[in-house]
Every structure is written in structure tokens, then in C-alpha cells.
């Protein structure tokens, strides 16, 4: 069952979720989300996922990997931040989870019932538009609890200002 989305209800604003990695496209997502949150009014959410180490790690080094993996995804979602803040004024929400990137997101907007768009943006090169748009836009898209917002990778920063 889809958990009831509260985002318009009095009380309650309306958050716009961006995917933060390393992929050239994530500060097309971002771009978009920042100026179309400053247009409307809602907040925006930046979301760092961190791949948890094998389990087979030997003595520590796991955790070392996994807090070096972590400080890289905090500096992901910091420099997003002052794009958020450079672009549309606003201060973003900041989450860092570890995980399955496409299980931690969904985790993160079955908990926040304001969360109301997700905004990701497709890759250009030959290996498709990435993994979370494609498994977006195929089997689980008829399924998935919000809509989904897919900013062409190609799109120029004023292209993406005029249509946010």
C-alpha cells in the first residue's frame, strides 16, 4: 500500500528529492529541483547513498572503507548544498544513508510523507540514461509512491532555468 502523500495538506510543505552521486548528470537533477523549489515554494532534499563493504572485510578495514565512503558522499551532497544555495536561495535538507541506492530512496519517501517529486536526470552516454531512470521508467514505474521527474542529461543550464 502506498503511504499517503501530505505535502499540500495545512501543516505540511511540499519537498522536491534529488539523487546526489558522482554521474555528470546529477547537477542537471539538482539545477532542475533547486529552481523549480525556489518557483513553487517547496523544499528540497539531497540524498547521498553509500555502498555498504563486502561483508568478507578483514579486520577493520571495513569501516575504514565505509567511513571514507561516507566522507566522499558528504562532500557530494555539501557542494550540491551551495549549488542549492548559489541557485534558488534555499537551505536543502541533507540525508546520507547506506545501502541499495534505489532501496534507500524508497525507504526515504515512504518516511517523509512531504516528499512529493523525485528529480533525477538521464545520462547521455552509451550506457543508457543510468540505472535509477531506467528502473524507473520500466517495470516499477506504474508502482512507484511519487512522480518522477526525468531532466534531460543534454539540457543546457538555461534550458533547464526556463522550463523549472
Known amino acids: 500500500?502506498?503511504?499517503?502523500?501530505?505535502?499540500?495538506?495545512?501543516?505540511?510543505?511540499?519537498?522536491?528529492?534529488?539523487?546526489?552521486?558522482?554521474?555528470?548528470?546529477?547537477?542537471?537533477?539538482v539545477r532542475f529541483a533547486a529552481r523549480r523549489c525556489a518557483r513553487l515554494g517547496a523544499s528540497i532534499v539531497l540524498l547521498g547513498v553509500v555502498t555498504p563493504p563486502p561483508d568478507e572485510t578483514w579486520l577493520g578495514v571495513g569501516d575504514m572503507v565505509q567511513a571514507d565512503a561516507e566522507a566522499e558522499a558528504q562532500e557530494l551532497i555539501d557542494a550540491a548544498a551551495a549549488a542549492v544555495r548559489s541557485l534558488a536561495g534555499l537551505e536543502p535538507e541533507k540525508v546520507v544513508r547506506t545501502g541499495v541506492k534505489a532501496d534507500e530512496m524508497v525507504k526515504l519517501i515512504d518516511a517523509d510523507e512531504d516528499i512529493s517529486l523525485l528529480v533525477l536526470a538521464a545520462g547521455t552516454g552509451r550506457d543508457g540514461p543510468g540505472p535509477l531512470v531506467a528502473a524507473l521508467a520500466g517495470k516499477g514505474a506504474g508502482s512507484f509512491p511519487i512522480p518522477v521527474a526525468i531532466v534531460p542529461g543534454?539540457?543546457?543550464d538555461e534550458e533547464i532555468d526556463a522550463l523549472a
Open 1 to 29: 500500500m502506498v503511504k499517503r502523500r501530505r505535502s499540500y495538506e495545512t501543516g505540511h510543505r511540499p519537498k522536491f528529492l534529488a539523487v546526489v552521486d558522482d554521474s555528470p548528470e546529477c547537477a542537471k537533477a
Open 154 to 156: 543534454h539540457l543546457a
